[in-house]
């Protein structure tokens, strides 16, 4: 998959592997499990992140987290006002693994997620911080896009679900606790609303077997 040119992304195909590979690097922005499962060769990475989007419960993992007939819900992202704010990892990998790196997460992501570029932000002081980054994002028109529901209904269907990359709601909790860790002052109100939730349902579950 070649990197969608959004409305957020204002380079050619020739211009990229001028300012992503910057310094014989190339730069994947994770938000998601990506964030605690790079499964890929990288050789240095930081915290940061993206305007212009949030981040929200809104897609199906028929897979990783869920499988055809149970579908999971993980995170992709929704367009939003410039000001808003998704944090997350910025992973520079190197020209020679480029390729392998982007036949990997294509195929990790295939569920309905497509390459876009965009820029980052980083409070990081450091040489070598990528202007822009390559996302996943399952936008609305895919097969897989789950769409609105509330915090309680997005909480009883993670609840139950399960996937070959491990439960739905270990992927939510891991995802709470390090948003928590590298971006502790921004609230994730959806996030955390449901990783409160979904610790409600375990704990009546928890009750129930007791």
């Not at 993992?61 to 929704?78: A, E, I, K, Q, Y």
């Not at 520079?92 to 392998?100: C, G, M, P």
């Not at 911080?129 to 529901?149: C, H, K, L, Q, R």
């Not at 990359?165 to 995802?175: C, D, I, T």
Request: negative net charge; glycine residues 6%.
């Amino acid at each position: 998959m070649k990197p969608d040119k959004s409305e957020n992304s204002h380079i050619n195909d020739n211009e990229l592997s001028n300012d992503l590979k910057n310094h014989n690097m190339f730069w994947i922005f994770g938000y998601g499990s990506l964030i605690w499962k790079a499964n890929f060769p990288f050789i240095k990475k930081h915290p940061g992140y993206i305007k212009g989007y949030t981040r929200r419960f809104y897609q199906f993992s028929p897979d990783h987290r869920g499988t055809n007939d149970l579908p999971g819900r993980v995170v992709t992202l929704l367009p939003s006002t410039n000001e808003s704010r998704v944090w997350g990892i910025a992973y520079a990998i190197e020209n020679q693994d480029i390729d392998n790196v982007c036949a990997g997460l294509d195929l990790r992501e295939q569920a309905g997620y497509t390459k876009k570029v965009v820029q980052f932000h980083t409070k990081t002081n450091e040489n070598q911080i990528p202007s822009e980054v390559t996302v996943y994002i399952a936008d609305e028109n895919n097969e897989w896009f789950a769409g609105e529901a509330s915090i309680q209904q997005i909480a009883s269907r993670i609840a139950v679900c399960s996937g070959t990359s491990g439960s739905n709601p270990e992927y939510v909790h891991k995802l709470a606790a390090e948003m928590r860790r590298i971006a502790p002052e921004e609230d994730d109100k959806h996030l955390f609303e449901l990783e409160l939730a979904l610790k409600s349902i375990e704990n009546k579950k928890g009750k129930q077997i007791l």
